[in-house]
Antibody, heavy 122, light 108 residues
């Protein structure tokens, strides 16, 4: 079955850029699904960041849109997140997940990666 | 944006109890509502999709109901392994997805 695995630096300096990659295994990133990033600050709830389709089309949460870039690398079966101008408020566990289908209206996230904690601190 | 309000924010119940969590949307979202379980230190897991459909492999003691603005998630007989935080999530206005604030379930 499809599995996702996040990777990237666990510590980012304030005003820097957070960069994470999600490797997809057991299935193709070129399937009929969008691929999403979701984050969770320590002790808090879940926030959808954005999504990408294998064609390169993207959708972002309006609250983060000015700072977010999501890209896809079909040759490596992975997609990536960049979040610029980070502050302590961006400290969170970042999850990648398989999202909506383009074939049927199916807007849930399944499966999820295990998540990776990114701390913004000098 | 559509706001999702879950209640209660925390809940303590005994093994074998029937547990109910509610999720209210700020506007009609039809049945575009999903439920997740998140155990400490783990990623969320999809339990219910489209308000009432049980994901494959999820125990039948979990169920969901509702449509429009009011939704209910029920555990018919609480088990020790059900201790987790539960989240609702709407997808009525794609590509916007919003989650409820979560309900932390503890054993009494």
């Amino acid at each position: 079955q499809v599995q996702l695995q996040e990777s990237g630096p666990g510590l980012v300096k304030p005003s820097g850029t957070l960069s994470l990659t999600c490797a997809v295994s057991g299935g193709s990133i070129s399937s009929s699904n969008w691929w999403s990033w979701v984050r969770q600050p320590p002790g808090k709830g879940l926030e959808w960041i954005g999504e990408i389709y294998h064609s390169g089309s993207t959708n972002y949460n309006p609250s983060l849109k000015s700072r977010v870039t999501i890209s896809v690398d079909k040759s490596k079966n992975q997609f990536s997140l960049k979040l610029s101008s980070v502050t302590a408020a961006d400290t969170a566990v970042y999850y990648c997940a398989r999202g909506s289908s383009v074939v049927v209206r199916a807007g849930w996230f399944d499966p999820w990666g295990q998540g990776t904690l990114v701390t913004v601190s000098s | 944006d559509i706001q999702m309000t879950q209640s209660p924010s925390s809940l303590s119940a005994s093994v074998g109890d029937r547990v109910t969590i509610t999720c209210q949307a700020s506007q009609d979202i039809s049945n575009y509502l999903n439920w997740y379980q998140q155990k400490p230190g783990k990623a969320p897991k999809l339990l219910i999709y489209d308000a009432s459909n049980l994901e494959t492999g999820v125990p039948s003691r979990f169920s969901g109901s509702g449509s429009g603005t009011d939704f209910t998630f029920t555990i018919s007989s609480l088990q020790p392994e059900d201790i987790a935080t539960y989240y609702c999530q709407q997808y009525d206005n794609l590509p916007r997805y919003t989650f409820g604030q979560g309900t932390k379930l503890e054993i009494k």
